[in-house]
Nanobody, 125 residues
Framework: QLQLVESGGGLVQPGGSLRLSCAAS????????IGWFRQAPGKERERVSC????????YYADSVKGRFTISRDNAKKMVYLQMNSLKPEDTAVYSC??????????????????WGKGTLVTVSS
């Protein structure tokens, strides 16, 4: 059964760091582009970051550039989002999602194939 499970969320003070993890199972992660998305209360879902199956291409939203880093470990079937210098406006439910790379690189701007359920990140003092 195909599954994406996020972990690593929690409460952190402004300026702090968190590392989110996304564990994939039931499919070969190597063939998929992977993205992190977030949705804050009362707001639309936002594309945060994306990494290609070949690891040659990445995308970051302007709001997180220089603070967040996406990475993947295909052997472990894991995807990570390192988040530094967190701000209260980063508070949201963060979800990972995948889209098969056969469709090309679109920086996760189009409909994703599979989604995890998300992990809550709260940035507050």
């Amino acid at each position: 059964q195909l599954q994406l499970v996020e972990s690593g969320g929690g409460l952190v003070q402004p300026g702090g760091s968190l590392r989110l993890s996304c564990a994939a199972s039931g499919f070969t992660l190597d063939y998929y582009n992977i993205g992190w998305f977030r949705q804050a209360p009362g707001k639309e879902r936002e594309r945060v970051s994306c990494i290609s199956s070949s690891v040659t291409s990445t995308y970051y939203a302007d709001s997180v550039k220089g603070r967040f880093t996406i990475s993947r470990d295909n052997a472990k079937k894991m995807v990570y989002l390192q988040m530094n210098s967190l701000k209260p406006e980063d508070t949201a439910v963060y979800s990972c999602a995948v889209r098969h790379s056969i469709r090309g690189w679109d920086a996760c701007s189009r409909a994703m194939d599979y989604w995890g359920k998300g992990t809550l990140v709260t940035v507050s003092s």
